[in-house]
């Protein structure tokens, strides 16, 4: 049986987000305390798999995530799931809303419900702990009245909590998205690709990323993400680029454009190319590629011509 190592406890986001996959759900499930732990245990293959989150809709790129990624742990993504998120105020049967002293979460999801807890709950004093799930579990735990969790709704079922009030948070259409994550191994194509990569420059010099974005811009493949993150083996302005494109590296067009940068521009380290959650830049990506192998036969045809010309000059040419 696998083992797949995720960002617990149970009773989180994370959880539901891997219990959504049918083939991973039914391995063995590992909690970890932090997602630096998860990418620890599978880079010591403690675990084959791990599951983390690594985007918001709202707050935007999880930075502890993509940073160990991208500077502490030799792994490759292996898929993304996108999730949903419904923060609701879970407290023990009987208390009211009104009755809330104490919340008990954790920062990004109070900073995803700030404009509610503002309006709704004032007065409220809001602790931070590790996890919503363990945010749910002090207040099932607690004696005290008067205490909440901003959480998951599983959570609150979890530790026998009833819903005082349900997808608080302050935007519609809140999603997170997770990746599953292995020390090697790439997989197929599917047509529905999404491939990450970081780009470290030669130097910081004037144009370095319009250089960078341009291999992208030619090949007309989309860029779902691109931010820059210090090094951390520099001084201030050492930066570098983590960037996320439409297209597997098995797609001539994107493998065209990892050779360019890897020549141009520096390291570059391949995050993985792996099947994506949203499927709308199919046509566009196809259409490149097929511009891409259209370019190459007509470069091909102009090199034989070399041949050609040079058999022609030499007598003793067959």
Same mark, same amino acid.
């Given at each position: 049986?696998?083992?797949?190592?995720?960002?617990? #406890?149970?009773?989180?986001?994370? $959880?539901?987000?891997?219990?959504?996959?049918?083939?991973?759900?039914?391995? *063995?499930?590992? !909690?970890? +305390?932090?997602?630096?732990?998860?990418?620890?245990?599978?880079? +010591?293959?403690?675990?084959?798999?791990?599951?983390?989150?690594?985007?918001?809709?709202?707050?935007?790129?999880?930075?502890?995530?993509?940073?160990?990624?991208?500077?502490?742990?030799?792994?490759?993504?292996?898929? $993304?799931?996108?999730?949903?998120?419904?923060?609701?105020?879970? %407290?023990?049967?009987?208390?009211?809303? +009104?009755?809330?002293?104490?919340?008990?979460?954790?920062?990004?999801?109070?900073?995803?419900?700030?404009?509610? @807890?503002?309006?709704?709950? !004032?007065?409220? $004093?809001?602790?931070?702990?590790?996890?919503?799930?363990?945010?749910?579990?002090?207040?099932?735990? =607690?004696?005290?009245?008067?205490?909440?969790?901003?959480?998951?709704?599983?959570?609150?079922?979890?530790?026998? @909590?009833?819903?005082?009030? %349900?997808?608080? %948070?302050?935007?519609?259409?809140?999603?997170?998205?997770?990746?599953?994550? %292995?020390?090697?191994?790439?997989?197929?194509?599917?047509?529905?690709?999404?491939?990450?990569?970081?780009?470290?420059?030669?130097?910081?010099? #004037?144009?370095?990323?319009? &250089?960078?974005?341009?291999?992208?811009? +030619?090949?007309?493949?989309?860029?779902?993400?691109?931010? /820059?993150? !210090?090094?951390?083996?520099?001084?201030?302005?050492?930066?570098?680029?983590?960037?996320?494109? *439409?297209?597997?590296?098995?797609?001539?067009?994107?493998?065209?454009?990892?050779?360019?940068?890897?020549?141009?521009?520096?390291?570059?380290?391949?995050?993985? &190319?792996? #099947? /994506?959650?949203?499927?709308?830049?199919?046509?566009?990506? *196809?259409?490149?590629?097929?511009?891409?192998?259209?370019?190459?036969?007509?470069?091909?045809? @102009?090199?034989?011509?070399?041949?050609? /010309?040079?058999? =022609?000059?030499? !007598?003793?040419?067959?």
């Amino acid at each position: 049986m696998i083992r797949v190592g995720f960002f617990g #406890p149970f009773g989180t986001f994370t $959880e539901q987000a891997l219990r959504s996959q049918p083939d991973l759900a039914g391995h *063995e499930l590992l !909690p970890y +305390a932090t997602v630096p732990d998860v990418l620890d245990a599978v880079s +010591a293959g403690e675990v084959e798999l791990g599951f983390v989150p690594l985007e918001n809709s709202i707050e935007g790129m999880v930075n502890f995530t993509q940073d160990a990624l991208a500077f502490d742990h030799h792994l490759l993504i292996q898929r $993304e799931v996108v999730l949903d998120v419904e923060h609701c105020i879970v %407290a023990k049967p009987g208390t009211a809303l +009104a009755d809330v002293k104490v919340l008990h979460s954790i920062p990004i999801a109070t900073a995803q419900c700030h404009h509610y @807890l503002r309006a709704t709950m !004032p007065n409220v $004093e809001i602790h931070q702990v590790s996890s919503t799930a363990e945010a749910a579990r002090l207040v099932g735990e =607690s004696d005290e009245t008067g205490v909440a969790a901003l959480s998951a709704r599983v959570a609150g079922a979890l530790y026998g @909590l009833e819903v005082l009030a %349900a997808d608080v %948070a302050d935007q519609r259409g809140n999603q997170t998205r997770f990746v599953v994550v %292995a020390g090697e191994g790439i997989p197929a194509p599917t047509g529905h690709d999404r491939t990450g990569i970081v780009v470290y420059q030669r130097a910081d010099e #004037p144009g370095s990323l319009l &250089s960078i974005l341009g291999e992208f811009a +030619a090949r007309r493949i989309n860029l779902s993400n691109l931010i /820059s993150r !210090p090094t951390k083996s520099g001084g201030l302005g050492d930066y570098c680029f983590i960037i996320y494109a *439409e297209g597997h590296v098995g797609d001539e067009v994107i493998a065209d454009a990892l050779r360019d940068l890897h020549a141009k521009h520096g390291k570059v380290k391949f995050l993985g &190319s792996y #099947p /994506s959650a949203a499927a709308e830049a199919h046509s566009v990506r *196809e259409s490149a590629d097929a511009r891409w192998r259209q370019a190459d036969d007509w470069m091909r045809e @102009l090199r034989e011509g070399i041949a050609r /010309s040079a058999r =022609s000059l030499d !007598p003793d040419a067959g």
